[in-house]
């Protein structure tokens, strides 16, 4: 499991699997976030058990998927309202991370300037370079 954290109250990380709940959870982590469609990829691990699993390691649970490189205003909003709904820190993941930190960076739940989001991107290793335009 590779968790990359973003600041204090965010993380990103590539596919999860049901047996890292516990261990996210004893991380200090309140809720999870899946933005991958349920079925996405043979062997994912569904919505349903992922959902039980950090659940039963005492975290919320949000789906938010998206796909194919779009990232709709209403999903940013959503996931804008999750990050900011929670108290306590908040991982995303999807196949990459990729989908997870440009969905931080769209929503700005901490009211960031653009440079700094992606700046925050790229400390977690993702380039954000190509979207800057979008994150007014």
């Known amino acids: 499991m590779e968790i990359r954290r973003v600041g204090a109250e965010f ?19 309140a809720a999870v976030i899946c933005n991958r469609p349920d079925g996405e990829e043979e062997g994912q691990p569904s919505v349903a058990e992922m959902r039980e ?26 996931f804008r309202s ?3 709904g929670t108290v306590g820190p908040v991982l995303a993941y999807c196949r990459t991370g990729t989908r ?27 380039d954000l370079t190509a ?3 979008k994150l007014t």
């Not at 039963?56 to 998927?65: E, N, V």
């Not at 709709?72 to 909003?77: L, Q, R, S, T, V």
């Not at 930190?101 to 400390?123: F, H, K």
């Open 100 to 126: 997870s930190i440009t969905l931080e960076a769209l929503a700005n739940p901490e009211g960031l300037e653009p440079s700094e989001r992606l700046m925050q991107a790229a400390a977690a290793g993702y």
């Open 11 to 29: 993380a990103v990380a590539p596919q999860l699997n049901p047996e890292d709940m516990a261990d996210v959870a004893s991380q200090g982590f």
């Open 82 to 84: 999750v990050r900011r």
């Open 53 to 78: 699993a950090a659940q039963a390691a005492g975290m919320a649970f949000h789906h938010l998927p998206v796909a194919g490189g779009a990232f709709p205003d209403a999903a940013a909003e959503a």
């Open 131 to 133: 979207m800057s335009q």
